[in-house]
């Protein structure tokens, strides 16, 4: 069975103050990684997919890696409004429906 | 682009009546949907997953005579809750993929049962 496990399970930073968050993953052949930012009380908003290891992709303040057993989610010099619960999920390689294995997610907080 | 939509946003229903959520990819054609629910604090939980013109394939443990779900068309799912109670009460959220592996969230319709 496919288990994401991201920590921390919370965050606090000072605006300005850069930090990493991790998503540990065991899937049984990785088809995909996706980073998701979501808001409360609304839907998952897409950042980024990771497809192999030594990947990287970056998106303003956010760049996200990858490795054979885990991904990073780089935040540089936030701010306040970065705020929010970061998701993430793997799509494994078996199976014809592309379905999502979610982690629980970690709450970020950014103050000003 | 990659614009998923939900209707209603929020609704509140009695005990055993039924309700039915829309969701809508705007400026796409989804080949496949996604129904999830999200509970206070926990991480989304798979549904359902269905195909434009086919049956849903549902989750262990998730009732289909509970949960109906129809892909009528390429761009639009929906979810009915039938007779629905209290511990239905939830977060649902859809999400719609086109030929890639992204998948795109709706903003969520928020469920109470009284």
């Known amino acids: 069975e496919d288990q994401v496990t991201q920590s921390p399970e919370a965050l606090r930073l000072q605006e300005g103050e850069s930090s990493s968050l991790n998503c540990s993953y065991t899937?049984?052949?990785?088809?995909?990684l996706f980073w998701y930012r979501q808001d409360p009380g609304k839907g998952p908003e897409f950042l980024f997919t990771?497809?192999?290891a030594g990947e990287e992709k970056e998106k303003e303040r956010l760049k996200a890696t990858l490795t054979k057993k885990e991904s990073f989610l780089h935040i540089t010099a936030p701010k306040p409004e970065d705020s929010a619960t970061y998701l993430c999920a793997v799509l494994n390689s078996g199976g014809s429906n592309y379905k999502l294995t979610f982690g629980k997610g970690t709450l970020l907080t950014v103050n000003p | 682009g990659a614009v998923v939509s939900q209707h209603p946003s929020w609704v509140i229903c009695k005990s055993g009546t039924s309700v039915k959520i829309e969701c809508r990819s705007l400026?796409?054609?989804?080949?496949?949907m996604f129904w999830y629910r999200q509970f206070p604090k926990q991480s989304l939980m798979l549904m359902a997953t269905?195909?434009?013109?086919?049956?849903?394939?549902?989750e262990q443990g998730v009732e289909k005579d509970k949960f109906l779900i129809n892909h009528a068309s390429l761009t639009l799912s929906t979810l009915t809750v039938t007779s629905a109670h209290p511990e239905d009460s939830s977060f649902y959220i859809c999400?719609?993929?086109?030929?890639?592996?992204?998948?795109?969230f709706g903003p969520g319709t928020r469920l109470t049962v009284t």
């Open positions: 400026d796409f054609q989804a080949t496949t």
């Open positions: 999400s719609a993929s086109h030929q890639g592996y992204e998948q795109y």
């Open positions: 899937v049984s052949g990785l088809r995909g």
């Open positions: 990771l497809y192999s």
């Open positions: 269905s195909n434009e013109g086919s049956k849903a394939t549902y």
